[in-house]
Protein backbone atom coordinates (compact mmCIF):
# COMPACT_ATOMS: atom_id res chain seq x y z
CA UNK A 1 0.00 0.00 0.00
CA UNK A 2 1.48 3.54 -0.71
CA UNK A 3 1.42 6.07 1.65
CA UNK A 4 -1.51 8.18 2.76
CA UNK A 5 -4.88 8.24 4.53
CA UNK A 6 -6.93 5.21 4.30
CA UNK A 7 -10.46 3.71 5.61
CA UNK A 8 -10.69 -0.28 5.63
CA UNK A 9 -10.33 -3.30 7.99
CA UNK A 10 -7.69 -3.79 10.54
CA UNK A 11 -6.83 -7.67 11.54
CA UNK A 12 -4.61 -8.74 14.50
CA UNK A 13 -4.35 -12.35 14.23
CA UNK A 14 -3.08 -13.49 17.79
CA UNK A 15 -1.52 -16.48 19.06
CA UNK A 16 -2.60 -17.83 22.35
CA UNK A 17 -0.50 -19.39 25.04
CA UNK A 18 2.42 -18.96 22.60
CA UNK A 19 5.10 -16.86 25.14
CA UNK A 20 4.47 -19.66 27.86
CA UNK A 21 4.81 -22.40 25.32
CA UNK A 22 7.87 -21.49 23.73
CA UNK A 23 9.51 -20.34 27.07
CA UNK A 24 8.16 -24.04 28.69
CA UNK A 25 9.96 -25.40 25.84
CA UNK A 26 13.27 -23.62 26.18
CA UNK A 27 13.06 -24.75 29.94
CA UNK A 28 12.54 -28.75 29.31
CA UNK A 29 15.18 -28.59 26.30
CA UNK A 30 17.94 -26.49 28.03
CA UNK A 31 20.74 -29.64 28.63
CA UNK A 32 20.03 -31.25 25.32
CA UNK A 33 18.57 -29.33 22.30
CA UNK A 34 19.68 -25.90 23.16
CA UNK A 35 23.39 -26.81 25.22
CA UNK A 36 23.94 -28.60 21.47
CA UNK A 37 23.14 -24.87 19.75
CA UNK A 38 19.54 -27.05 18.18
CA UNK A 39 16.44 -25.37 17.93
CA UNK A 40 13.64 -28.18 19.10
CA UNK A 41 10.82 -28.79 16.59
CA UNK A 42 8.70 -26.90 18.63
CA UNK A 43 10.01 -23.37 17.50
CA UNK A 44 9.83 -24.69 14.12
CA UNK A 45 6.62 -25.79 14.33
CA UNK A 46 5.95 -21.73 15.78
CA UNK A 47 7.30 -20.06 12.88
CA UNK A 48 4.75 -22.92 10.58
CA UNK A 49 1.96 -21.40 12.30
CA UNK A 50 2.70 -17.73 11.38
CA UNK A 51 3.29 -18.47 7.98
CA UNK A 52 0.31 -20.11 7.61
CA UNK A 53 -1.89 -17.14 8.79
CA UNK A 54 0.18 -15.00 6.55
CA UNK A 55 -0.86 -17.21 4.01
CA UNK A 56 -4.16 -17.27 4.40
CA UNK A 57 -5.20 -13.35 4.88
CA UNK A 58 -2.73 -12.42 2.77
CA UNK A 59 -4.88 -11.27 0.39
CA UNK A 60 -7.36 -9.80 0.58
CA UNK A 61 -5.58 -8.06 3.75
CA UNK A 62 -1.85 -6.62 3.69
CA UNK A 63 -0.03 -8.10 6.80
CA UNK A 64 2.45 -5.34 7.72
CA UNK A 65 4.56 -7.70 10.04
CA UNK A 66 4.70 -10.10 12.90
CA UNK A 67 4.20 -8.93 16.47
CA UNK A 68 5.66 -11.88 18.81
CA UNK A 69 3.27 -13.98 18.51
CA UNK A 70 0.35 -12.12 16.44
CA UNK A 71 -0.03 -10.69 12.54
CA UNK A 72 -0.87 -7.51 11.79
CA UNK A 73 -2.41 -6.51 8.90
CA UNK A 74 -5.03 -3.82 7.16
CA UNK A 75 -6.86 -3.59 4.26
CA UNK A 76 -8.31 -0.51 2.91
CA UNK A 77 -12.01 -0.17 1.50
CA UNK A 78 -12.63 -1.87 -1.95
CA UNK A 79 -10.38 -5.11 -0.38
CA UNK A 80 -10.93 -5.79 3.05
CA UNK A 81 -13.82 -9.04 2.30
CA UNK A 82 -17.60 -7.93 3.29
CA UNK A 83 -20.32 -10.34 4.17
CA UNK A 84 -19.99 -14.13 4.54
CA UNK A 85 -16.57 -13.58 2.65
CA UNK A 86 -14.92 -11.70 5.62
CA UNK A 87 -15.97 -14.60 8.25
CA UNK A 88 -14.99 -17.38 5.22
CA UNK A 89 -11.42 -15.57 5.63
CA UNK A 90 -11.45 -15.88 9.43
CA UNK A 91 -12.58 -19.60 9.03
CA UNK A 92 -9.84 -20.81 6.62
CA UNK A 93 -7.42 -18.98 8.64
CA UNK A 94 -8.38 -20.86 11.54
CA UNK A 95 -8.57 -24.19 9.84
CA UNK A 96 -5.24 -23.42 8.23
CA UNK A 97 -4.03 -23.16 11.91
CA UNK A 98 -5.61 -26.14 13.24
CA UNK A 99 -4.13 -28.41 10.76
CA UNK A 100 -1.01 -27.11 11.11
CA UNK A 101 -0.52 -27.88 14.60
CA UNK A 102 -1.80 -31.16 14.39
CA UNK A 103 0.23 -32.21 11.68
CA UNK A 104 3.47 -30.32 13.10
CA UNK A 105 2.80 -32.48 16.78
CA UNK A 106 2.58 -35.70 14.56
CA UNK A 107 6.15 -35.17 13.19
CA UNK A 108 8.50 -34.69 16.13
CA UNK A 109 9.68 -37.32 18.69
CA UNK A 110 9.51 -35.36 21.99
CA UNK A 111 6.88 -36.02 24.58
CA UNK A 112 8.05 -33.90 27.43
CA UNK A 113 5.29 -31.97 28.84
CA UNK A 114 6.41 -28.79 27.41
CA UNK A 115 5.91 -30.00 23.83
CA UNK A 116 2.95 -32.32 24.42
CA UNK A 117 1.03 -28.78 25.51
CA UNK A 118 1.06 -27.91 21.67
CA UNK A 119 -2.57 -28.94 21.20
CA UNK A 120 -3.45 -26.15 23.59
CA UNK A 121 -1.92 -23.73 21.47
CA UNK A 122 -4.92 -22.05 20.04
CA UNK A 123 -5.83 -18.56 17.42
CA UNK A 124 -7.75 -15.96 17.68
CA UNK A 125 -8.28 -12.44 15.36
CA UNK A 126 -9.77 -9.20 16.54
CA UNK A 127 -11.14 -6.84 13.46
CA UNK A 128 -11.78 -3.75 13.83
CA UNK A 129 -12.84 -1.28 11.10
CA UNK A 130 -11.63 2.90 11.13
CA UNK A 131 -9.30 5.17 9.99
CA UNK A 132 -5.29 4.66 9.81
CA UNK A 133 -2.34 6.09 7.73
CA UNK A 134 0.13 4.20 6.01
CA UNK A 135 3.50 5.67 6.16
CA UNK A 136 7.32 4.49 5.30
CA UNK A 137 9.16 4.34 8.51
CA UNK A 138 12.78 3.25 8.56
CA UNK A 139 12.23 1.57 4.90
CA UNK A 140 9.20 -0.29 6.35
CA UNK A 141 5.25 0.41 5.53
CA UNK A 142 3.75 1.17 8.66
CA UNK A 143 0.01 1.48 10.04
CA UNK A 144 -0.55 4.57 12.79
CA UNK A 145 -3.82 5.65 14.00
CA UNK A 146 -5.86 5.93 16.73
CA UNK A 147 -8.18 2.95 15.11
CA UNK A 148 -4.74 0.93 15.03
CA UNK A 149 -4.57 1.61 18.70
CA UNK A 150 -7.64 0.33 19.38
CA UNK A 151 -7.41 -3.17 17.42
CA UNK A 152 -4.38 -3.84 19.56
CA UNK A 153 -5.65 -2.84 22.89
CA UNK A 154 -8.86 -5.29 22.14
CA UNK A 155 -6.16 -8.35 22.62
CA UNK A 156 -7.00 -7.81 25.74
CA UNK A 157 -10.19 -8.95 26.34
CA UNK A 158 -13.39 -10.94 28.00
CA UNK A 159 -14.37 -12.77 24.78
CA UNK A 160 -12.77 -15.85 25.53
CA UNK A 161 -15.22 -16.34 28.70
CA UNK A 162 -18.10 -14.82 27.00
CA UNK A 163 -17.53 -17.57 23.86
CA UNK A 164 -16.45 -20.40 25.84
CA UNK A 165 -13.19 -21.18 24.25
CA UNK A 166 -10.03 -19.56 23.35
CA UNK A 167 -10.46 -20.09 19.58
CA UNK A 168 -12.72 -16.92 18.57
CA UNK A 169 -13.19 -13.90 16.27
CA UNK A 170 -14.20 -10.71 18.00
CA UNK A 171 -15.41 -7.97 15.32
CA UNK A 172 -15.91 -4.51 16.50
CA UNK A 173 -19.74 -2.78 15.94
CA UNK A 174 -17.72 -0.30 13.76
CA UNK A 175 -16.43 -3.86 11.81
CA UNK A 176 -20.16 -5.37 11.52
CA UNK A 177 -21.52 -1.97 10.27
CA UNK A 178 -19.06 -1.49 7.66
CA UNK A 179 -18.66 -4.75 6.40
CA UNK A 180 -22.63 -5.59 6.47
CA UNK A 181 -21.51 -8.61 9.11
CA UNK A 182 -24.46 -11.35 8.99
CA UNK A 183 -23.78 -11.53 12.88
CA UNK A 184 -27.22 -10.44 14.27
CA UNK A 185 -27.51 -13.39 16.57
CA UNK A 186 -24.04 -13.64 17.74
CA UNK A 187 -22.57 -13.17 21.02
CA UNK A 188 -22.45 -9.25 22.49
CA UNK A 189 -19.65 -8.10 24.45
CA UNK A 190 -18.37 -4.55 25.21
CA UNK A 191 -14.79 -3.54 26.36
CA UNK A 192 -13.26 -0.27 27.69
CA UNK A 193 -9.78 0.33 26.02
CA UNK A 194 -7.54 2.38 27.54
CA UNK A 195 -8.90 6.13 26.99
CA UNK A 196 -11.68 5.30 28.11
CA UNK A 197 -14.27 4.82 25.09
CA UNK A 198 -16.57 1.69 25.24
CA UNK A 199 -16.06 -0.75 22.11
CA UNK A 200 -18.96 -2.90 21.54
CA UNK A 201 -18.30 -6.16 19.43
CA UNK A 202 -19.87 -9.27 18.26
CA UNK A 203 -18.21 -12.56 19.64
CA UNK A 204 -17.98 -15.87 16.84
CA UNK A 205 -16.50 -19.20 18.73
CA UNK A 206 -14.22 -20.88 15.85
CA UNK A 207 -14.64 -22.71 14.05
CA UNK A 208 -17.62 -20.54 13.30
Known amino acids: MQPGRYSGGILLADISGY????????????????????VPAAYAMM?????GIATKVDPPFTVLKFEG?????????????TGQRMLDCVDACYADFTERRAAASE????T???CS???????KFIVHYG???VAQVGGRVEAVGPEINVAHRLLKNNAAAVVGTTGYALFTDETVAALELPLATAARLTEIVDDGRDIGARVVPLPG
Not at 69 to 81: E, K, M, N, Q, Y
Not at 107 to 110: A, G, R, S
Not at 117 to 123: I, V
Open 69 to 81: DAAFAIASDGSVP
Open 107 to 110: LWTC
Open 19 to 38: SSFLIDVQTAHSSDAFADGQ
Open 112 to 114: CDA
Open 117 to 123: RSETLDL
Open 47 to 51: AGLLE
Open 131 to 133: EFF
